[in-house]
């Protein structure tokens, strides 16, 4: 968390470096969210695109043609992303198995669809432009701009990540937590103890749905502009993935470093080996680290200490 | 006003379509009945079949018929070595591993194909597999027809293979038991890995095909992917004929949505009668139960 607060003042609050990790922080923090659902209670999502989409076009609607206020619109965006997980997450979770894998990877590419074809509500293919950026906060001495400052930008964005990470930290350590800690182990044993299994994995649906959905809002405000590609972009559905693998599934912080860590190297590496292809390495570095890394960056280490501590 | 005829026809393309729908989704249905693996980069393995065909085309004039071996070999190529070199190596592991891992295959040769050959669309144009063919009035084209007759002949040929042949029978057996069938002496490790590789050609031999009836591109494998795993539910798993069943309500169900409403509606039909499916028989039309 301290090198997050630091990145600004190493890259001397360079408009153009911290521009690149606006992006990357909201990628952090749809990590832990994807991780929630993932790496906590061991239901693994392929589209969480789906979300971070209707969050974003959720808040620029309710922005643009019924004048709410931003803020609230972000609020109101989270809420709908978790209601329409729901919908997909009642059926496929009631079976075993990949199903809800399977299905919601099918839901990002609808809601795509839908994104295009709703033309009377989101514009189509040609996008929402000038969507309204966050009007400015006084705090105290302190005036927050958003519409020019990329620094401030920066620190809300960071700011919501924190708080997504105190959310699913004693969501983690709460009976919920314990129980989808039970559900990922063996559901039959956790049904057996009395864990309600289904309403266990609908709320880390839920609450990770939630978080996405509300980090996209930030994004359409941030960014100002969106299309069904760029909202719906698979992108958001992959590397929450790749952040998670390579930072830890076991942990809570993991997935967030690892997203950071992975958007730095593709923006200063891969990028300028293979222009157009550069996802590439994404899939490559999931393959490999679920084949001779399954724990990821941070979750060799916190085994061993674990382990050191059982000797 | 819609036609009656204009129902007929779309029907009936729906009708065939749905034929090829199910060549398209056998290598996943194969794979996932018999080792229980998900393959996500199903598509792409499918895709990558489809150039192979299309630049023989192009560079070579090789026609895309003759060209079905070479894209089927490369396919099988592709996934054989990625069963060999990862898969394998963490076969007995949970669910979720090799579902990611084959996502992440799906993300590498995705990104791969556009790397190399761009992301332009792709179309497999011969001119005599467009010539029309009038039936009672209803038209379809020769390729129509020649795609519609190979998947008849592959699904039936697999399922054959499986009932009636010795290796058939280990598949069955290994994918029924896996300890037991090693105890009886069967190689598991090898009936994987062929099970897996047969998948990879016969997804291979379907993306000349795909790319003859319409079109191939590098992100077109996704929408395959999806496509086979819905109609392998909507099957029921490990029923192999069952798959063109599925495939023809699927592909009539698309067309006449097409016809009804709105070309772009065509992929919610799809996701619709996924969800009806798993809400109301989860195993299937033909499955026995999972």
Not at chain 2, 235 to 247: E, K, M, Q, R
């Amino acid at each position: 968390m301290g090198i997050v607060l630091a990145i600004p003042f190493m890259l001397s609050f360079d408009p153009y470096y911290i521009s690149i990790f606006i992006p990357a922080i909201i990628l952090g923090a749809v990590s832990i969210a994807w991780n929630l659902l993932a790496g906590i209670c061991g239901q693994v999502s392929f589209g969480h695109a789906a979300f971070f989409g209707i969050g974003a076009y959720a808040s620029a609607i309710l922005v643009m043609k019924a004048d709410w206020s931003p803020y609230f619109a972000i609020l109101a965006a989270g809420l709908c992303g978790a209601l329409s997980s729901l919908i997909i997450g009642l059926p496929a979770f009631r079976l075993r198995g990949a199903y809800f894998a399977l299905l919601i990877l099918g839901f990002a590419e609808v809601m795509k669809l839908l994104a295009m074809n709703l033309t009377w509500l989101t514009e189509g293919s040609q996008g929402i432009f000038n969507i309204p950026s966050l009007p400015p906060i006084q705090l105290g001495g302190l005036n927050l701009e958003f519409f020019i400052s990329r620094t401030t930008n920066y620190y809300v964005a960071s700011f919501l990540m924190f708080v997504i990470y105190l959310a699913v930290y004693f969501l983690r350590w709460s009976n919920t937590g314990l129980a989808m800690a039970a559900v990922h182990g063996n559901e039959d044993t956790a049904a057996g103890i009395g864990v309600p299994v289904v309403r266990t994995k609908a709320i880390a649906l839920a609450v990770s749905a939630l978080c996405t959905s509300m980090m996209g809002a930030f994004y359409a405000h941030y960014i100002r502009f969106l299309s069904p590609d760029s909202a719906f972009d698979a992108y958001w559905s992959v590397m929450p993935i790749v952040g998670s693998l390579f930072g830890g599934m076991t942990t809570i912080i993991g997935p967030m470093a690892g997203a950071l860590v992975i958007t730095s190297v593709d923006e200063f590496l891969f990028k300028r080996l293979f222009e157009t292809g550069h996802k590439m390495f994404f899939g490559l570095l999931l393959v490999l680290v679920i084949v001779w890394a399954p724990s990821g960056l941070l979750g060799n280490r916190i085994r061993k200490t674990a382990h050191g501590a059982e000797e | 006003m819609i036609s009656l005829a204009s129902i007929a026809q779309s029907f009936l393309s729906g009708l065939a379509e749905g034929v090829d729908y199910s060549l398209y989704c056998l290598g996943l249905a194969f794979v996932f009945g018999i080792m229980r693996i998900i393959n996500l980069a199903h598509g792409e393995f499918l895709v990558l079949g489809g150039y192979v065909a299309y630049w023989l085309l192009v560079i070579w004039g090789v026609n895309p018929i003759l060209a079905m071996p070479v894209a089927a070999a490369t396919a099988g190529g592709t996934a054989f070595l990625s069963y060999r070199i990862f898969l394998q190596r963490i076969r007995t592991t949970s669910d979720l591993n090799t579902l990611i891992l084959t996502f992440g295959l799906s993300v590498f040769l995705a990104n791969l194909f556009i790397e190399c050959w761009t992301a332009d669309i792709r179309n497999i144009g011969v001119d005599w597999l467009e010539h029309p063919v009038a039936l009672y009035g209803i038209y379809m084209s020769v390729g129509e027809i020649f795609t519609l007759v190979i998947s008849l002949v592959a699904v039936f040929s697999l399922h054959f293979f499986l009932t009636r042949s010795k290796t058939g029978l280990a598949i069955r057996v290994t994918a029924i038991d896996r300890d037991a069938a090693g105890l009886a002496g069967i190689n598991v490790n090898r009936v994987d890995l062929m099970a897996f590789s047969i998948g990879g050609v016969l997804a291979g031999l379907s993306g000349p095909l795909l790319g003859m009836v319409s079109h191939i591109s590098p992100g077109a494998g996704l929408a395959v992917t999806i496509k086979a795993f819905i109609l392998t539910v909507l099957a029921g798993v490990g029923s192999l004929l069952g798959l063109v069943v599925a495939g023809m309500i699927l592909g009539v169900g698309e067309a006449l949505t097409v016809t009804f409403t709105n070309a772009s509606y065509r992929e919610l039909f799809g996701f619709t009668l996924f969800l009806m499916i798993l809400l109301i028989r989860p195993r299937g039309l033909f499955g026995k139960g999972l």
